[in-house]
C-alpha cells in the first residue's frame, strides 16, 4: 500500500522533533566537519542524508498531494437531444460531413458551452461537445458532451445536468444571446450507459440508414451470417424514415450471449444513446418464429450492439421499414360497441411505440354493464416491478392503475354503468408487449350467465365448481361445497378427487384426506387397492395377488421371488421395498448396498411449488444435450461415466437432422446456464447412440435411449450419476419427484437459461390413462399437477423424473417423454417407466 493512499499524513511529533535531526550539521562549522574523522563524522554524513531524504519525500508528498492528487480527473460523458425550434430542417442536415451540418453543429456546440458556463459545476469541468446528428421537427440536435470531474464531484455534474431544461431556459430567459442564436426546447439528457465508454473496445461501427416507403433497410451484426460477431465492439445503427413516418425494426435473427452483462443490443428512441430513450435492453436467443419487432415514437430509431471479449455468437440480422405516424400499430384507443368485442395495446404481440396514449370507451346497451378481462397483461419496465403507484407505463379502469405482468385472464374489471373507459399510457422509456383485453356486456343482476361467479369477478363453467381445481385463481369455486360421490369430503369443506385419498399427500389443506386410511379395522391395503385380512401379512402365500403382502416381512432375506421381489446379486430374493441404498444391507451378499455412490447431491431440495431455478449443482446427473453449431435440444442423465440416459424420440433422424448420428451431438455435464461453460462444465463428443429397439415414433412407447461418451466425465460435487432403480422398485402415485431441464418455461415459451427444477407429483397411471385417451402403456408413467401450471415441456425430453428416497439417494424414476402441450389442466406430464428398462440398461451399459 502506498503512503498516501493508506490514509496516513506525515505530522511531526513537535517542533522538537525536528530540532533535533538538525543538530547533525551545524553547517557554519565545515572545517571542524573536515577535520573531526571517525563516529563523530560519519554519523553527520548520515544526518544530512536522511534530513535531505525526508525533506524530499515531504515535498514530494506535498506537491502530489496539493497538486496531482485533488486533480484525480474522470470521463464522464452525457448524451443529449433538443429541439433547435428557430430552424427549419434542410436534407443537408443528414449528412454530417456537409458544410450545412458542420455550420449548425458550430453554433450548437458553442451555445451548449455558453449553457454549461452557466453553472459552475459544469463550466469547470467541461471539455467539450460533439454534434451525433439532426433530425426533423424543427430540428432536432443530438450531441455528446464530455466532462473531466475530480473524482467525489460526478454526482454533483449528474445532478446539474438532470437539471439542463431548467439551465437552457434560464439562458434564454437572461437574454444575453446574439440575436442570431439558437432557441431551444424539449432538452432531455443523461449520462451515457458506462458499459459504452469501456477503455477495452477495439472497434467501434457507425452505420445509418434511411428507410423509404419503396425502401426496406437491413441492418446485420459484423460478420452475419458467416461468422460470430467479433469481441470487444461497439456498433451503432442510426435508423431514419421520412418525416411523418415512424420505424418499424423487425428482427428475423437474434442470437447473441444470453447473460446481457457481456453482449447486449440496446434500442433508442433517438439517434443518441440518451438513457431516459432507452426503448429495450436485449441478449440471449429469440425464436425466428416469436415476432420481434419495435417501432419508434418518431422518425428516428438508434441500434446498440455491445460485445465482450468472452464467447460471441451469431448475432442479429433486422428490417428497417417505415409506418406512417397513425398507421397500424403506432395508435389505440377509440369507440366500442356492442355486446362484446377485444381490443389490444398498439403493436400487440409486438412491443407498443414509446410516449402513446390512448383511451378506448366502451359502451354496451343501455341496460347493461361492460365487464373487461385482460387475457394478458405485459407492461414491464425497470424501476416498476413491484410498483403499486404506476408511475410509469400503466392501464387506466374503474379508477385503478394497473402495471406489470399479471397472469394470464386474472384482471377483469367491471363498470357500473353501461360504459366503462380504458386508458393506456406509455411513457418515453421501455416498453413491453402490452395487452390484449376482451369486453362483454353482462347483466348486473347476473354478471355469469349460466357460469359461475368468482369472488374476483371472473366466470368459469359451472361444473368447474367443486371440482377439486382452484379454478377462479381465488379458490372461491371451492368453498362451501357439496361433494360428489367420486370426491373425498374433507373437512374442512373442500372436494378433491377420491383418488388422492391416502396418497401420503395432504390434499385437504386440513390433511383429512390422510386420515383413517387404508382398509377395514383388521384388513390390510394391498398395493393393487385390494384389502385381505390382516392375519395374510406375511404368511408366506400370495393372498393380494401382487405379492405386496409379503413385503416387509420379518423374514425379508430368501423368500420365493415374484414380481415385487428384490433379486440380491446371489439370485436370492428378499421381501422388502425398494431395499437399494437405503442403509440397511438387507441381502445376504450386501448387494443391495453396493454400487450406491449415485443419486446423492450437495445440496438439499425443498418442497416448492411452481418451477424455479435450481441451485448449482442440485441436480448434478441432469446433462444439457447440444446439436453441434445449434445449442440445447434435449436432456438426459448421467448413470455412469461414460453412459448417459435420454429419450429415444431425441434421437430420431428427420429430414434435416441426422439427430441418431453420435457426430450430431455434444452432452454438456455440470451445466447451470446454457452457454456459460464455466470450470464445473464437463463436455463430451458422442460415441454410440442407442435407441431403443421398440421405440414407437407414434405412440411414444419405449421412448428411452443411451448414449456413451468419447471419454468418461469425472465426478465431482457438479457431476454425479443418478442412481438407477430395480425392476421393481416402486414410485407410489401421491409421491412426490422433481422435473427438471432448460425447456421451455410455458407453451410454445421460450428456452430456460437457467436449468429450472420444480416438483410434480406421481399420477395413477389408471386415472392418468383416463384423462389422456387410453394412450398410457406400462413402459409410460405420468406425473404432474392436475390443476395446471407445472410441468415439463418443449426442450426437457430426455432429461430425468428424479425421485429421491428415503435413504438419502435420489432414483431415476423416468425420462421426460411427451404431454398433451405444457402445463395444461388434467394433462399431467409422461415419462417413460425406467424400471421396465433395467434389463436392457444393464445389457447395453453394463450399469
Ligand atoms: C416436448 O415437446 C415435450 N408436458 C416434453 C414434455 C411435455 C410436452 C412436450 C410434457 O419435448
Redesign the pocket.
Known amino acids: 500500500m502506498d503512503y498516501m493512499d493508506s490514509g496516513m499524513r506525515y505530522t511531526p511529533k513537535s517542533d522538537k522533533d525536528w530540532d533535533t535531526s538538525v543538530q547533525f550539521l551545524p553547517a557554519s562549522d565545515t572545517k571542524k566537519l573536515e577535520k573531526k574523522k571517525g563516529p563523530g563524522k560519519i554519523g553527520a554524513v548520515i544526518g544530512v542524508v536522511i534530513f535531505a531524504a525526508v525533506v524530499a519525500l515531504m515535498t514530494g508528498l506535498l506537491v502530489w498531494h496539493f497538486h496531482f492528487r485533488k486533480d484525480v480527473r474522470v470521463k464522464q460523458m452525457y448524451s443529449g437531444s433538443m429541439r433547435i425550434t428557430n430552424q427549419v430542417f434542410e436534407d443537408a442536415y443528414e449528412d454530417s460531413s456537409s458544410v450545412e451540418f458542420k455550420a449548425l453543429a458550430k453554433q450548437v456546440t458553442s451555445q451548449l458551452k455558453a449553457i454549461y458556463s452557466k453553472t459552475p459545476q459544469l463550466a469547470k469541468y467541461y471539455v467539450g461537445s460533439t454534434v451525433q446528428a439532426f433530425s426533423e421537427g424543427s430540428v432536432i440536435a443530438y450531441y455528446l458532451s464530455e466532462f473531466s470531474v475530480p473524482k467525489g464531484q460526478e454526482a454533483a455534474v449528474n445532478s446539474a445536468i438532470s437539471s439542463m431544461d431548467k439551465l437552457v431556459d434560464k439562458n434564454q430567459r437572461s437574454g444575453n444571446s446574439p440575436g442570431n442564436s439558437l432557441v431551444f426546447d424539449d432538452v432531455v439528457s443523461s449520462a451515457l450507459d458506462s458499459r459504452l465508454l469501456k477503455k477495452t473496445f477495439s472497434e467501434f461501427y457507425r452505420y445509418t440508414e434511411h428507410t423509404k416507403s419503396d425502401h426496406i433497410g437491413t441492418i446485420t451484426s459484423p460478420g452475419f451470417p458467416n461468422k460470430p460477431y467479433p469481441s470487444n465492439t461497439v456498433v451503432q445503427w442510426q435508423l431514419r424514415a421520412d418525416p411523418g413516418y415512424v420505424i418499424k425494426l423487425d428482427f428475423d435473427t437474434f442470437n447473441l450471449e444470453e447473460n446481457c452483462k457481456n453482449d447486449f443490443v440496446k434500442i433508442y428512441d433517438s439517434l443518441v444513446a440518451i438513457e431516459s430513450r432507452v426503448m429495450e435492453e436485449i441478449c440471449g436467443y429469440y425464436s425466428p418464429s416469436d415476432p420481434l419487432t419495435f417501432l419508434s415514437s418518431r422518425n428516428v430509431m438508434l441500434v446498440t450492439l455491445v460485445t465482450n471479449e468472452k464467447k460471441n455468437f451469431p448475432g442479429l440480422r433486422a428490417h428497417v421499414s417505415q409506418v406512417r405516424r397513425g398507421g397500424k400499430g403506432t395508435t389505440c384507443g377509440g369507440q366500442l360497441t356492442g355486446k362484446k368485442g377485444n381490443f389490444t395495446s398498439p403493436n400487440y404481440p409486438n412491443y407498443y411505440p414509446p410516449n402513446i396514449f390512448c383511451e378506448w370507451k366502451i359502451e354496451v346497451p343501455a341496460d347493461k354493464v361492460v365487464k373487461v378481462t385482460f387475457k394478458k397483461f405485459l407492461l414491464s419496465e425497470p424501476g416498476q416491478e413491484n410498483s403499486a403507484t404506476c408511475k410509469k407505463d400503466y392501464v387506466e379502469i374503474n379508477g385503478k392503475r394497473l402495471c406489470g405482468e399479471k397472469p394470464d385472464g386474472t384482471v377483469t374489471e367491471t363498470s357500473s354503468t353501461n360504459k366503462i373507459s380504458v386508458l393506456f399510457y406509455a411513457d418515453a422509456s421501455y416498453v413491453d408487449r402490452g395487452f390484449t383485453a376482451e369486453f362483454v356486456a353482462i347483466d348486473s343482476k347476473d354478471p355469469c350467465p349460466k357460469q359461475f361467479q368468482c369472488n374476483n369477478q371472473r366466470c368459469i363453467s359451472s361444473n368447474l365448481k367443486c371440482d377439486g381445481w382452484n379454478d377462479c385463481g381465488d379458490m372461491s369455486d371451492e368453498m362451501n361445497c357439496k361433494c360428489k360421490s367420486t370426491d373425498i369430503n374433507c373437512k374442512n369443506g373442500l372436494c378433491k378427487p377420491m383418488f388422492w385419498q391416502c396418497d401420503g399427500v395432504n390434499d385437504c389443506g386440513d390433511n383429512s384426506d390422510e386420515l383413517n386410511c387404508g382398509c377395514k379395522s383388521g384388513e390390510l391395503g394391498c398395493q393393487n387397492g385390494k384389502c385381505v385380512s390382516e392375519k395374510k401379512r406375511c404368511d408366506g402365500r400370495d393372498d393380494c395377488g401382487d405379492g405386496s403382502d409379503e413385503l416387509n416381512c420379518a423374514r425379508v432375506s430368501d423368500v420365493t421371488c415374484s414380481d415385487v421381489t428384490y433379486k440380491c446379486k446371489n439370485n436370492k430374493c428378499i421381501s422388502k421395498v425398494n431395499p437399494e441404498c437405503d442403509g440397511t444391507a438387507d441381502c445376504e451378499d450386501g448387494s443391495d448396498e453396493a454400487n450406491c455412490e449415485c443419486g446423492r447431491n450437495l445440496f438439499k431440495t425443498s418442497r416448492i411449488v411452481g418451477g424455479q431455478e435450481a441451485e448449482e449443482g442440485e441436480f448434478p446427473w441432469q446433462v444439457s444435450l447440444h446439436v453441434k453449431g445449434y445449442g440445447h435440444v434435449c436432456g438426459a442423465s448421467i448413470i455412469s461415466p461414460r453412459w448417459l440416459v435420454t429419450a429415444a424420440h431425441c434421437v430420431q433422424d428427420d429430414g434435416k437432422t441426422r439427430y441418431s448420428q453420435p457426430g450430431t451431438w455434444e452432452a454438456y455435464m455440470g451445466l447451470h446456464i446454457q452457454r456459460q461453460n464455466g470450470k464445473n462444465v464437463a463436455k463430451r463428443n458422442v460415441k454410440q447412440v442407442i435407441s431403443h429397439p421398440y421405440y414407437n415414433a407414434y405412440t411414444f412407447d419405449n421412448d428411452i435411449a443411451l448414449m456413451e461418451l468419447d471419454s468418461p466425465v469425472t465426478y465431482s460435487d457438479y457431476i454425479r450419476p443418478i442412481c438407477v432403480p430395480s425392476p421393481q422398485h416402486v414410485f407410489p402415485p401421491g409421491n412426490s419427484v422433481w422435473i427438471t431441464g432448460w425447456?421451455a418455461t410455458r407453451e410454445g415459451g421460450y428456452a430456460a437459461p437457467v436449468l429450472q427444477k420444480a416438483q410434480v407429483r406421481i399420477i395413477n397411471s389408471t386415472v392418468c390413462d383416463r384423462l389422456m385417451g387410453g394412450q398410457i402403456t406400462s413402459r409410460m408413467m405420468c406425473a404432474g399437477v392436475l390443476s395446471g401450471g407445472i410441468?415439463?415441456?418443449?426442450?426437457?425430453?430426455g432429461g430425468p423424473l428424479s425421485s429421491p428416497s428415503s435413504g438419502g439417494h435420489t432414483f431415476l424414476a423416468g425420462v421426460?417423454?411427451?404431454?398433451d402441450?405444457?402445463?395444461r389442466r388434467n394433462k399431467p406430464?409422461?415419462y417413460s417407466t425406467v424400471t421396465k428398462f433395467r434389463g436392457w440398461i444393464k445389457e447395453k451399459t453394463g450399469v
Do not use: F, K
Not at 421426460?816 to 404431454?819: E, I, L
Open positions: 425447456g410441468d415439463a415441456c418443449q426442450g426437457d425430453s421426460v417423454s411427451w404431454g402441450g405444457c402445463a406430464g409422461i
